[in-house]
């Protein structure tokens, strides 16, 4: 019998049950505009798209939670995150959709953060969907802040709900990024419909679900394109370390060999300071340029710094060729609650 990888995978899949919400396939749109002043041909895998909640990168994500969470007749979700987490605000939706309670805890990941920061974007949404919200003081205890969230579910527990907490956590399996493991399998299929291929692809990097899931998945499914992982989170070094981790999660939970090597594993981080949610100028450059040549919009926290990133990084030689595929996770709702210092 023939080894097939797409069957295997297929199979590993299978094994977990999945919340389906989101619009996909996403589009690949050429963006000939501002590939023509980069001298790339640039493409835009439209994650941004995937519709639910307003879309992005989450929704994919959540599928998995969400199935895991109906599987155990959760009636209250919980999770964690900065004030303007797009995965709270999209957990929220989907808490709505699948009749349950949501709790957020929000994180003061952002110093100095002004009254818009915490009224507007997200956090207005997640007001309109009805979601009680939580603040907590410190944005870097990672482990802290999975410990306050796991208090409050036993209270919630207490009171006689039976609340799923959504675990990120590193060292929880990665669910989550078996939504970039389909996403994988989604590109493969359109890069074979249309006989075309890419030389490379750029994808935002922070908890690296996005990045390790889909680099797990194109790699199991035997596509080598390289992937650049650009930082938003934290420094080049770290996140090396955190994806190669995240990857071999991926291969334990859907119970397949390990398909990545260090050299697969890229990660690059020009455009990160001076830290995580923090505009620069390379990234308001980037968000004002694909909005004005596109017509596409950039968020300030993820995607505009993503396109920085692959900006400065071509600008360094280090794209594996000129043929690019950016993917755009979503988070435009942020780009309202940091309002015109896009601009400034
Ligand atoms: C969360 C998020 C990311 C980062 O994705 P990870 O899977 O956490 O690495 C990128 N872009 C947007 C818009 C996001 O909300």
């Given at each position: 019998?023939?080894?097939?990888?797409?069957?295997?995978?297929?199979?590993?899949?299978?094994?977990?049950?999945?919340?389906?919400?989101?619009?996909?396939?996403?589009?690949?749109?050429?963006?000939?505009?501002?590939?023509?002043?980069l001298?790339?041909?640039?493409?835009?895998?439209?994650?941004?798209?995937t519709g639910?909640?307003?879309?992005?990168?989450?929704?994919?994500?959540?599928?998995?939670?969400?199935?895991?969470a109906?599987e155990?007749?959760?009636?209250?979700?919980?999770?964690?995150?900065?004030?303007?987490?797009?995965?709270?605000r999209?957990?929220?939706?989907?808490a709505?959709?699948?009749?349950?309670?949501c709790?957020?805890?929000?994180?003061e990941?952002?110093?100095?953060?002004?009254?818009l920061?915490?009224?507007?974007g997200?956090?207005?949404?997640?007001?309109?969907?009805?979601?009680?919200?939580?603040p907590?003081?410190?944005?870097?205890?990672?482990?802290?802040?999975?410990?306050?969230?796991?208090?409050?579910?036993?209270?919630l527990?207490?009171?006689?709900?039976?609340?799923?907490?959504i675990?990120?956590?590193?060292?929880?399996?990665?669910?989550?990024?078996?939504?970039?493991?389909?996403?994988?399998?989604?590109l493969?299929?359109?890069?074979?419909?249309?006989?075309?291929?890419f030389?490379?692809?750029?994808?935002?990097?922070?908890?690296?679900?996005?990045?390790a899931?889909?680099?797990?998945?194109?790699?199991?499914?035997?596509?080598?394109?390289?992937?650049?992982?650009?930082?938003?989170?934290?420094?080049?070094?770290?996140?090396?370390?955190r994806?190669?981790?995240?990857?071999?999660?991926?291969?334990?939970l859907?119970?397949l060999?390990?398909?990545?090597?260090d050299?697969?594993i890229?990660?690059y981080?020009?455009?990160?300071?001076?830290?995580?949610?923090k505009?620069?100028?390379?990234?308001?450059?980037?968000?004002?340029?694909?909005?004005?040549?596109?017509?596409?919009?950039?968020?300030?926290?993820?995607?505009?710094?993503?396109?920085?990133?692959?900006?400065?990084?071509?600008?360094?030689?280090?794209?594996a060729?000129?043929?690019?595929?950016?993917l755009?996770?979503?988070?435009?709702?942020?780009?309202?609650?940091?309002g015109?210092?896009?601009?400034?």
């Amino acid at each position: 019998m023939t080894h097939d990888p797409h069957a295997a995978l297929a199979a590993a899949l299978d094994r977990f049950p999945r919340a389906a919400a989101g619009h996909v396939p996403t589009p690949i749109d050429p963006a000939p505009n501002l590939g023509a002043d980069l001298g790339l041909d640039l493409f835009v895998k439209r994650d941004d798209c995937t519709g639910f909640g307003f879309g992005g990168n989450k929704v994919r994500q959540l599928e998995f939670y969400f199935g895991a969470a109906l599987e155990q007749k959760a009636d209250t979700v919980l999770i964690t995150g900065a004030v303007q987490s797009n995965y709270a605000r999209t957990t929220a939706a989907m808490a709505a959709r699948f009749e349950m309670d949501c709790h957020l805890q929000l994180e003061e990941r952002v110093a100095n953060a002004d009254a818009l920061y915490r009224s507007s974007g997200n956090v207005l949404l997640e007001r309109i969907l009805g979601a009680t919200l939580h603040p907590y003081p410190d944005g870097e205890d990672e482990a802290g802040a999975d410990r306050s969230m796991r208090q409050l579910g036993d209270r919630l527990r207490a009171d006689g709900k039976n609340p799923y907490v959504i675990p990120l956590g590193p060292d929880n399996p990665p669910l989550g990024a078996l939504g970039y493991v389909r996403c994988a399998w989604e590109l493969v299929e359109q890069m074979r419909e249309a006989g075309r291929d890419f030389d490379q692809i750029v994808v935002p990097s922070g908890s690296s679900f996005t990045h390790a899931g889909l680099l797990f998945g194109l790699r199991a499914l035997g596509c080598t394109v390289p992937v650049l992982g650009i930082c938003v989170r934290r420094a080049a070094s770290l996140q090396r370390d955190r994806v190669a981790a995240r990857t071999r999660g991926v291969g334990a939970l859907l119970g397949l060999d390990t398909v990545i090597t260090d050299a697969d594993i890229a990660v690059y981080d020009g455009a990160l300071a001076p830290g995580y949610g923090k505009l620069n100028a390379l990234t308001r450059d980037a968000i004002k340029q694909a909005a004005r040549r596109e017509g596409l919009f950039l968020d300030p926290v993820y995607t505009g710094k993503t396109m920085a990133g692959l900006i400065a990084a071509h600008q360094e030689g280090m794209l594996a060729g000129r043929r690019v595929l950016f993917l755009h996770t979503g988070g435009q709702p942020s780009i309202f609650a940091y309002g015109d210092t896009v601009l400034e």
